[in-house]
């Protein structure tokens, strides 16, 4: 059964950082498992944060996040993490993982991301 389990979410204030962390179980997790950190709000159903994939690693960014948010994986430890800098209030929101397994997609539940004063 696969799963994937988000943590590190929680209330920052503007400027701070945060590192979340998305741990991968029932599959086998390598660098050819597409892996994909979204967001949504109440206002967004669901937007495309950062991505990572490849024996290069190869990532990709939002352009609201770019230099700001860096997206890594530890394969040894099925796990993704997304190390998010310098955060906003516009950043809150509930952030999900996503896996492509060999075309099988699968979502995490989530981990809210609160940034405010």
């Known amino acids: 059964q696969v799963q994937l389990v988000e943590s590190g979410g929680g209330l920052v204030e503007p400027g701070g950082s945060l590192r979340l962390s998305c741990a991968a179980s029932?599959?086998?997790?390598?660098?050819?498992?597409?892996m994909i950190w979204y967001r949504q709000t109440p206002d967004i159903e669901r937007e495309f944060v950062a991505s990572?994939?490849?024996?290069?690693?190869?990532?990709n960014y939002a352009e609201s996040v770019k230099g700001r948010v860096a997206i890594s994986r530890d394969n040894a430890k099925n796990t993704v993490y997304l190390q998010m800098n310098s955060l906003k209030p516009e950043d809150t929101a509930v952030y999900l993982c996503?896996?492509?397994?060999?075309?099988?997609?699968?979502w995490g539940q989530g981990t809210q991301v609160t940034v405010s004063s």
């Open positions: 990572i994939f490849g024996a290069g690693s190869h990532t």
């Open positions: 996503y896996a492509n397994v060999r075309g099988s997609i699968y």
């Open positions: 029932g599959f086998t997790f390598s660098s050819d498992t597409m």
